[in-house]
């Protein structure tokens, strides 16, 4: 199921960006189209600052000459490398997101971007987390590795020294436990984000009455709605109301 019928994904932003916008880098995946469309309208939708949604589309970087590197067996997506091209495509300025296409934001992203400190390299969700499950997804997979899922949702520091390292060559031809386990930096250049931003469906929980643990982004990291297997997975509901209203706000745009 797709909402853009085949066309293009031009860089998405809300409104008239007067301030220098919140770069947000998206993992773009042909078969989860419908997932990078939610995802993009969850965020829009609940931002109080200027941000820039890309996907980042495999395709458009080989075009491009960013990529080249040949689909290895344990790679889910088609985002499994790219996702680390992130600093090149900010032109290595500024702090830009990366994120999975299988998150449901819940929260204003503002709140995420003020988190962000000038000394760390990079900051993410520092998950100790071992699926159970051999298979994720359509199917694919589930690999074990330190460090699962950190990868999945970073705020890159574009223009520290450090990260400067993320050339398309490297991106290219590194292993993925160089590029997943952030080899090129040390552990205190790592900064840590509160797990409610990178909320594991089937992993975290919701503690009841302690609202430090209710999920400000969703992640449906097992596989979601938008897969048949997946369709009654925990928070399938919040995602299935966004998919609605995404539909609609897109066939109005269509109709005028």
């Not at 400190?117 to 199917?139: L, R, S, W």
């Not at 992993?203 to 048949?228: I, M, S």
């Not at 925990?234 to 109709?255: I, P, R």
Request: hydrophobic share 35%.
């Amino acid at each position: 199921m797709s909402l853009s019928d085949g066309k293009i994904h031009p860089v998405s932003s809300n409104g008239d960006i007067k301030d220098k916008p919140f770069k947000i880098f998206v993992g773009y995946d042909p078969r989860e189209d419908l997932a990078y469309e939610v995802c993009r309208h969850s965020i829009l939708k609940r931002s109080s600052i200027p941000v820039e949604i890309t996907p980042i589309k495999q395709s458009d970087l080989r075009k491009d000459g960013l990529y080249w590197r040949e689909r290895g067996k344990f790679e889910s997506t088609e985002f499994s490398f790219s996702r680390f091209l992130t600093p090149h495509l900010a032109n290595y300025e500024g702090w830009a997101m990366f994120v999975d296409c299988d998150f449901l934001y819940l929260a204003d992203i503002k709140e995420l971007r003020d988190l962000i400190d000038e000394k760390y390299a990079i900051m993410c969700v520092q998950h100790d987390y071992t699926p159970k499950e051999t298979t994720k997804m359509d199917g694919a997979v589930q690999t074990v590795y330190p460090r699962k899922n950190w990868s999945s949702m970073v705020l890159y520091n574009c223009g520290h020294p450090k990260n400067k390292v993320l050339t398309p060559e490297v991106v290219n031809t590194e292993t993925g436990a160089f590029l997943h386990r952030f080899s090129w930096l040390e552990d205190g250049e790592i900064g840590s984000i509160p797990f409610v931003w990178n909320f594991l469906e089937g992993h975290n929980k919701v503690v009841e009455n302690d609202p430090q643990t209710r999920p400000k982004a969703v992640h449906y990291t097992r596989g979601g709605p938008w897969f048949e297997a997946w369709k009654n997975c925990e928070f399938a509901d919040l995602w299935l109301n966004e998919m609605e209203e995404c539909t609609q706000e897109t066939k109005k745009k269509t109709e005028n």
